[in-house]
Each structure stands twice: as C-alpha cells, then as structure tokens.
C-alpha cells in the first residue's frame, strides 16, 4: 500500500479533496499545508458534499518533516520549495488552481480534476 501526502498552501482546499477522494478509493492519505488556513474553504466543503464527501470539521495542517517521511509519494499543489525534499521520495506536482474565493462552479471543475488524477495514482 502507498503512503501520499498531499500538500498546498493553506491545506484548505485542493489536498484536502485529494486526501478524500484517496481514502475513499481506500488509499492511505494525509494533506498538509505549507501555511495552513484556520479553516477548510466552504465552498470546498460545499462541493466535497455534493458527491458525498464530508469535509466539515476538517481542520487545516501545518506541513512538518514526519508527513514527508511518512509518504512514500508527495504529490505537491503550489506549495513550491516549502516541502522538503526527502531522498527516496517519489514527487509530483500537480498545477491546479487554488479554491480559494472561487464560486461552486469553479470549485466544481477543481474537485473534478482531482478526482481524475486520484483516480490513476497507485494504492
């Protein structure tokens, strides 16, 4: 079983619905954010529930060194050179837009994305 971490900025949006839709397919996930929000986007929130993904509650987390270790692959969202680069790692990154101040729709096509590419990356 493969380990992945998924990482953004503020963990309020898009590795937060990557971390879902990974466990959901019954992956072992986790998400961090190199600077985490107070709280995971309502309009994340909003679009996770239409396709029966509960995500209230979920409180954004800071990045740290054992996250890294943990996985076997990061798969990075605009996190940049905040994440350490741990030999032995498999790395991705991912060019998605931030949820951030987008409305539904565009949340929509977003959470899409990511469950496309969730979708091909190894259990």
């Known amino acids: 079983m493969t380990n992945v971490l998924f990482v953004c900025v503020r963990n309020a949006g898009?590795?937060?619905m990557a971390q879902a839709f990974y466990g959901r397919r019954g992956g072992y996930a986790r998400s961090a954010g190199s600077a985490p929000a107070d709280e995971v986007h309502p309009v994340v929130v909003e679009?996770?529930?239409e396709v029966g993904v509960d995500l209230d509650g979920?409180?954004?987390h800071r990045l740290d060194?054992?996250?890294v270790e943990w996985a076997d692959l990061v798969v990075t969202m605009g996190c940049g050179d905040a994440c350490p680069v741990l030999p032995g790692k498999r790395y991705v990154d991912w060019n998605l837009p931030?949820?951030?101040?987008?409305c539904l729709t565009d949340a929509r096509e977003i959470r899409d994305e990511i469950a496309r590419r969730v979708a091909d990356l190894p259990l």
């Open 14 to 16: 898009r590795s937060q």
């Open 47 to 49: 679009a996770m529930a």
């Open 58 to 60: 979920r409180v954004p």
């Open 65 to 67: 060194r054992d996250d």
């Open 98 to 102: 931030d949820p951030a101040g987008v």
